[in-house]
């Protein structure tokens, strides 16, 4: 991260507001994945999962108003897919999925803190028998 200038003038106050804006992350997990995330303007994010081996997955965030929408690749299956969530409110959100290749469709209705989310194949045959699931999540600090 570049060394932030420490006169308060306008050029200055640019380049804090510029570095703010710009972040990367790199973390990993016990499997040797690694995961990035590059913060672009205010709020568009791209994430990029891999191993040392491969590229695993990219997802780009777009932000507009209450929308989010993500289109990903995944390298491994060589698919695309697509994800559009709705901010209904302070806790809710609504949130499809359709993966291109695989015709994978998901919703996932999540009211803070649980989420409910039902998926299935969707293809010229039909629809395969869905997938209903459930969640809580809470963080607790003792």
Known sequence: MA???TAATPTAIKAAK?????RT???SNKNNMVNGEVTVGKAEKLNVTFTQQQLLNAKYTIPDGDFKYEPSYNFVKESPSLAVTKKMGAKDSLKLAYDLRGHGASAEWAHDPFTINLSSNVSKQGVAKPTLSATFENTYEF
Do not use: L, V
């Not at 510029?18 to 710009?22: H, P």
């Open 18 to 22: 510029k570095t703010a804006q710009q």
């Open 3 to 5: 060394a932030m200038p």
């Open 25 to 27: 992350m790199f973390y």
